[in-house]
């Protein structure tokens, strides 16, 4: 039987904003048959742990219909106009709150591209 994978990108909406999703198989390694392995942390998830990354990200490992999957969600693209000034974020914020907001006048906006 041949199995066709398909890499999902797809923008998901999170609480007060938008983020950026991908969706993939993960490898499987011997000896971690039940565990998600991870490039970003040179490791493994085990079904339904997560790991918040360094570049304001999170992984999550999942297993649906037998097979296990990494899901990833991170802040997004964010064109803002010229006027707006980002608000400071602690640099011990995960994500979501490491997301960059923007405070912006009345007309001048943001968009999230992606």
Same mark, same amino acid.
């Given at each position: 039987?041949?199995?066709?994978?398909?890499?999902?990108? !797809?923008?998901? +909406?999170?609480?007060?904003?938008? &983020?950026?999703?991908?969706?993939?198989? #993960?490898?499987?390694?011997?000896? =971690?048959?039940?565990?998600?392995?991870?490039?970003?942390?040179?490791?493994?998830?085990?079904?339904?742990?997560?790991?918040?990354?360094?570049?304001?990200? !999170?992984?999550? +490992?999942?297993?649906?219909?037998? &097979?296990?999957?990494?899901?990833?969600? #991170?802040?997004?693209?964010?064109? =803002?106009?010229?006027?707006?000034?980002?608000?400071?974020?602690?640099?011990?914020?995960?994500?979501?709150?490491?997301?960059?907001?923007?405070?912006?006048?009345?007309?001048?906006?943001?968009?999230?591209?992606?």
């Amino acid at each position: 039987m041949q199995l066709a994978v398909v890499l999902l990108f !797809v923008t998901v +909406c999170v609480i007060g904003g938008e &983020a950026a999703a991908r969706f993939e198989p #993960s490898e499987i390694h011997p000896g =971690h048959e039940k565990e998600c392995y991870v490039h970003e942390i040179r490791g493994y998830l085990k079904p339904g742990k997560k790991r918040y990354l360094a570049n304001c990200s !999170v992984v999550e +490992c999942t297993k649906e219909r037998g &097979a296990l999957y990494l899901s990833f969600l #991170s802040c997004g693209v964010v064109a =803002h106009h010229p006027s707006c000034t980002p608000i400071p974020t602690s640099r011990f914020a995960v994500y979501p709150e490491c997301c960059i907001e923007y405070d912006c006048p009345p007309g001048a906006g943001i968009s999230r591209v992606g």
